[in-house]
């Protein structure tokens, strides 16, 4: 018979064993026969061809992996500097005081994130139609213009790309700020109210400040998550037009699966991995998420 | 818990739950014009779903026409019946079902197995363990694809149903949320006195801990459910018999095909949305609280 | 079972059955079948993979006919998978290097047939068709696309012959002659419809980067140019190039030619429609994928010609898209698939059935003078004769050179094409460009 304390020393480990079991078996094999790949050519049949780093030293030759990098930099920056921002100010609004149907709202957000992916992007597809979508309709309706070539010009569809991820991800996020306003003690504002403070002012002197573990939570969600952006550029364009939105896990699907490159494709997927715990981490240390005391 | 935490209330579970929105309240001055761009929201986030949704009810000719019809006319459920009498929708529907099912089950037990342990256990190794698990959030699914589809085979693995669960039952979201969640909401009071009434470790989970975290639980439920139900891109790899595709797969080999099956392909997602969505209505409490639980009391 | 074990296995059971398959099944194409087949007569289900459910229909036929024929010595049931053209090869290579779940049977699109080049995955996976074939060889129209190291691996499922569908109706109404004779009247006659009634007489791709090259490639072959020859080097950088795209983006500018994201989906279905597009370079396909399925309504309307040459030659067709039907080698079913792509892909009746199904043109020459072809009336093109169409376009058809690095060419092609297209850059600097960007990507 173990001892009390003794069994309370190995609980923890019984209790995170069958996680880390299915976790090493799932997720962290596989990442190490992806890294040995990462230093072979290999074709997906066959024994892979060891040959060392070549893979890396191609990769950063590679024009269309730095194009990869820069728009999967460029979503990156969007989803920090557009999506969290519109999140909070929908956040905002949504806890205004004495707002009716407010679940109504915050359920009718959620929606986007709700639905597949698949789904999502295929309706978007037919909505980006220069001639027939409904986005060009809607734009010669109100305005009697509307000719944006959305998925054909480079940079519209870039746009395009980063519209759809506004689409899908605001609603989600701005749950999250709203949980946070709901938690900002009210002395903070009722005190604030006291000195006088105006509207503005409160928000970046109470709200703001009290919101900055939430905030920090979601904008680190988004960075590691818009930073493996997939589906969105590979259903509206397949990446193109050329290149204009061909994302970094894109990339490496496209020398996977199209070119069966498993090596090379490997090989980008460590140098993303590294990447996006780079800046995970970066983001993490400066804003403080999920650290241990 | 962070630095930025220290200068906050403590915050219990319920503390400050109802407090203050908003300050004197722009609401209360103008309402107004927070409902017009609510409900602007409204239309943008509903708007394309109401166009599927209307669209699955018309003939394939009168989907696309300038101006647009907001109703369908005439009125037909053609490509509903098509879709069932033609394609294997039910297979997809039980597919998809299943493996979310599973998976979800898998995945809200042991992450919140591990969630507590990670929030209520001092240990050896605990903030290497915590530090890999939460670095390979980063890992792009594409770049272990190929390698665990092989690993699997090799392994004699055949069953579909199986493959389709394995990447989705041991999510490292799930365990940092339980982690965030358990933190704040199980006190460490309640599990001392439990103890001394002399519960043993595992009785102390399942009896004290996991009541206590039910809306966590329902969260990462909610999460695991839609993360499977709408994946895609394995599936596509492992599974080779089109009676048993996933619905999104499903979906989308309508539209793949030459001919852009659009009719069917709306028809199939309205049905496929349906399950979704009634689930995330039911859930929508717990989903919503559960969720931002971790992030809020970080 | 082990790699070698298995292939072991397979090579003493081959030696059995290849005896028991002396008795020829198919007197015509008789000729041994090479490989190790285990299953050498009796019930046999077949694994058949293809993103096109007319095939899988035809096929489905095809065994039903020949299991039931006198003398056959397999008694075929079908298990066919349906999934995108892509998504099959992905799953055939996965469960190669697995090394087990592979088809019988599977159709490799012509696009995506470059994936099975590399590696030697065509070469590890597929039978070598050669000595199938060889009773046709002459006969048979297209090879090159599946062909790797000048060996067969794939048989064409649709000769994908390019013609000019047409709306006799408006042409009548325009008062545009129907048999106009160069490229350039025509788009000198487009442009000025499209200023007086904004109809266009074809359409340019905008969509992803297949889609837009694939327009292109279509007329370049046309014209006599091509991407690559056939020892692999690219051949792009040409007068015929820059001729073929220069001639494109004029016609975009002018309104001959229609921008559209591509010939499948719904935004070209309206313009169908609502009659915006009256005319379009097309493969035979066409016929029933985007017409019939599309615009069902304006049957009796569109004819079909074969193309207006280019004023600097050329030939008088093209051809764009096509299916490489393959069988995977050393299984025990090598032998019994490899009867059923015989009977569907290399006989009178199999190519026969095909057509009916879906359109499917003949993959031998002979069959273009065949009279039941020859015969045939195609209602949907208001009783045109299709053959006296597709036969001298089979007689003047260009040939296309598959090459492993089709895709990067395609990506490289994409981006600059695009914007000469519309109007941003010079047809001769995008070539430039593309090729540039294609040599310093191609790798190895």
Known sequence: ?293 | MSALQTRRAPAGPGAHRTAAPGSKSPATRRPRLVYVLLIALVVMFVLPLLWALSSSFKHRGDIFTYPPQPLPSPFTLENYTRLLDTQPFWGWFATSTIVAVVSTTVSVFVCALAGFAFAKYRFRGKRLLFDVMFSSMAVPFAVIVVPLFVMLVKAGVTNVYFSLIVPWVAPAFGIFMMRQYAEQAVPDSVLEAARIDGASEFGLFTRVVLPLLRPALGALAVWSFLNSYNSFFWPLIVVSDPAQYTLPLGIQSLYAAEGRQVDLVLAGSVLAAVPSLIMFILLRKQLLDGLTAGAVKS | ?444
Request: glycine fraction near 12%; charge should be neutral.
């Open chain 3, 1 to 444: 079972m082990s790699d070698v074990t298995r292939r072991t296995f397979l090579r003493r059971t081959g030696l059995i059955g290849g005896g028991l398959l002396a008795a020829p099944v198919l007197g015509a194409c008789g000729g041994g079948t090479g490989g190790g087949p285990a299953v050498t007569s009796g019930a046999v289900t077949i694994n058949l993979w293809t993103h096109d459910p007319n095939i899988t229909k035809t096929f489905i036929q095809s065994a039903k006919q020949l299991s039931d024929a006198p003398g056959g010595a397999f008694d075929y049931t079908l298990k066919t998978t349906q999934a995108d053209s892509e998504a099959l090869v992905t799953k055939m290579v996965s469960q190669g290097a697995a090394g087990t779940g592979t088809p019988d049977m599977i159709g490799i699109v012509i696009s995506v047939f470059p994936r099975v080049m590399a590696g030697g995955i065509g070469k590890q996976l597929l039978l070598d068709l050669d000595s199938v074939v060889a009773p046709v060889k002459d006969d048979l129209l297209r090879t090159s696309p599946y062909s790797i190291d000048g060996k067969l691996y794939g048989l064409e499922t649709d000769t994908c012959l390019s013609v000019l569908y047409y709306r006799e109706d408006e042409f009548k109404k325009n008062d545009i002659p129907e048999d106009v004779g160069t490229w350039e009247e025509l788009a000198e006659i487009g442009a000025r419809l499209h200023k007086k009634t904004g109809q266009s007489l074809g359409i340019v791709a905008t969509g992803d980067n297949t889609s837009i090259t694939n327009m292109f490639l279509q007329l370049l072959l046309q014209r006599g140019g091509g991407y690559f020859d056939q020892s692999g080097n690219l051949t792009l950088d040409s007068p015929e190039a820059v001729e073929v795209l220069d001639f494109m983006a004029k016609g975009v500018a002018s309104g001959f030619l229609l921008a559209l994201p591509d010939p499948y989906g719904a935004p070209n279905t309206a313009a169908l429609k609502n009659g915006k597009l009256i005319a379009a370079v097309m493969p035979s396909w066409y016929n029933v994928y985007g017409l019939q399925t599309n615009v069902p309504e304006q049957k009796g309307k569109w004819r079909m010609r074969n193309l207006p040459k280019f004023a600097g030659g050329g030939h008088i067709a093209s051809a764009l898209g096509g299916t490489g039907f393959a069988v995977l080698k050393d299984k025990p079913n090598t032998a019994a698939a490899t009867e059923l792509l015989k009977r569907t892909y290399l006989t009178k009746e199999g190519q026969f059935l095909r057509f009916q199904h879906g359109g499917y043109l003949p993959t031998l020459k002979s069959l273009y003078q065949d009279k039941d072809f020859l015969g045939y009336e195609d209602e949907y093109l208001g009783g045109q004769r299709l053959f006296d169409i597709y036969t001298p376009a089979s007689q003047d058809s260009p040939v296309f050179y598959q090459n492993p690095n089709l895709n990067v060419l395609i990506e490289a092609l994409g981006g600059p094409m695009l914007e000469t297209l519309q109007g941003k850059k010079k047809p001769a600097e995008a070539i430039k460009e593309a090729v540039a960007a294609y040599n310093s990507k191609k790798g190895n």
């Open chain 1, 1 to 293: 018979m173990l001892s009390v304390a003794r069994r309370r020393a190995l609980a923890p480990y019984a209790f995170i064993s069958p996680f880390y079991l299915l976790y090493a078996l799932f997720l962290i094999v596989p990442i190490g026969i992806g890294g040995y790949l990462s230093l072979t050519e290999w074709a997906g049949l066959g024994t892979p061809l060891w040959v060392g780093l070549d893979n890396y030293t191609r990769l950063f030759g590679d024009a269309s992996f730095l194009t990869a990098i820069v728009n999967t930099l460029l979503y990156v920056l969007f989803s920090v500097c557009v999506v969290v921002p519109a999140a909070l100010l929908i956040a905002q609004a949504l806890n205004a005081r004495g707002l009716r149907g407010r679940d109504f709202f915050r359920l009718t957000f959620f929606i986007p994130v709700v639905l597949s992916p698949i789904i999502i992007a295929l309706l978007f597809t037919l909505f980006y139609d220069r001639e027939y979508g409904l986005f060009n309709a809607a734009l010669r309706g109100f305005f009697g213009w509307g000719g944006i070539d959305w998925l054909g010009e480079p940079s519209w569809a870039k746009l395009s790309v980063m519209l759809l991820v506004l689409w899908r991800w605001t609603g989600y996020l701005t749950i999250f700020f709203l949980a946070g306003l709901k938690n900002i003690p009210r002395e903070l504002y009722e005190a604030a109210a006291i000195d006088g403070a105006g509207r503005v002012h409160t928000f970046f002197n109470v709200t703001l400040p009290m919101l900055k573990p939430v905030t920090a939570f979601v904008a680190v969600t988004v960075m590691v998550g818009t930073a493996q952006i997939l589906e969105e550029p590979m259903l509206l364009t397949k990446g193109g037009p050329g290149e204009a939105t061909l994302s970094v896990a894109m990339f490496i699907y496209r020398e996977a699966f199209t070119r069966q490159q498993l090596g090379y494709a490997a090989a980008a997927g460590v140098v993303m991995f590294v990447i996006v715990f780079l800046i995970g981490r970066t983001a993490n240390a400066v804003l403080g998420v999920g650290r241990e005391k």
